[in-house]
Nanobody
Framework: VQLQAYGGGSVQAGGSLRLSCAASGLTFSSYCMGWFRQAPGKEREFAAAISWAAGNTYYADSVKGRFSIFRDNAKNTVYLQMNSLKPEDTADYYC????????????????????WGQGTQVTVSS
């Protein structure tokens, strides 16, 4: 299984970025997908998740209203649209696939996620 994340970069505060994660080696439509992030010197934290058929989503309070997660099962890709970016959004962002029940506590806990991709770096300058 490979989760290839891309789309990170540097942007000024208030700007936007769209992250993409292309999945291979798994039945994409059977997996819930999500994004976590880890800022320098901080613990990893949940950002957003989306259910198998995109009927449900979860967001961390810190990104709610600014970030949007969506998926294209025909392209085996999940996206994270990030608007109104703040310096505190600076982090490495990781794509995750999970075949478990779509429960907020499962995503908040993160320890039972099935697959993790490599990170893509997002830097927001003030």
């Amino acid at each position: 299984v490979q989760l290839q994340a891309y789309g990170g970069g540097s942007v000024q505060a208030g700007g936007s970025l769209r992250l993409s994660c292309a999945a291979s080696g798994l039945t994409f439509s059977s997996y819930c997908m999500g994004w976590f992030r880890q800022a320098p010197g901080k613990e990893r934290e949940f950002a957003a998740a989306i259910s198998w058929a995109a009927g449900n989503t979860y967001y961390a309070d810190s990104v709610k209203g600014r970030f949007s997660i969506f998926r294209d099962n025909a392209k085996n890709t999940v996206y994270l649209q990030m608007n109104s970016l703040k310096p505190e959004d600076t982090a490495d962002y990781y794509c995750v696939a999970d075949n478990g029940a779509f429960l907020m506590r499962r995503w908040a806990d993160a320890k039972d996620m099935d697959y993790w991709g490599q990170g893509t770096q997002v830097t927001v300058s003030s």
